[in-house]
């Protein structure tokens, strides 16, 4: 059975844009490929974005951090 399609909207500082998907993530990810690359980090990335004062940031599932606010 195929899975339930939903049109979001996406919001990005560009406009707008309406993405039928089977769930957000799937939505934002269409959008985002668009916009970004994204990769593994080399071991020279790691030296030139540290050094450059760029902090490394820890990733949480959106639905994980709605959680977490509710139990507060």
């Given at each position: 059975?195929a ?6 909207v996406?919001i990005?500082?560009?406009g ?6 089977a769930?957000r ?15 593994v980090?080399?071991q020279d990335?790691?030296?030139?974005c540290?050094?450059?004062g ?5 990733a ?12 507060v």
């Amino acid at each position: 059975m195929a899975a339930l399609k939903r049109i979001y909207v996406v919001i990005h500082k560009d406009g707008l844009h309406l993405v039928k998907a089977a769930h957000r993530s799937q939505a934002l990810n269409h959008v985002a490929q668009k916009q970004f690359t994204v990769r593994v980090a080399t071991q020279d990335d790691l030296v030139k974005c540290l050094g450059g004062g760029v902090m490394i940031e820890g990733a949480q599932d959106a639905e994980q951090l709605k959680l977490e606010e509710q139990s507060v």
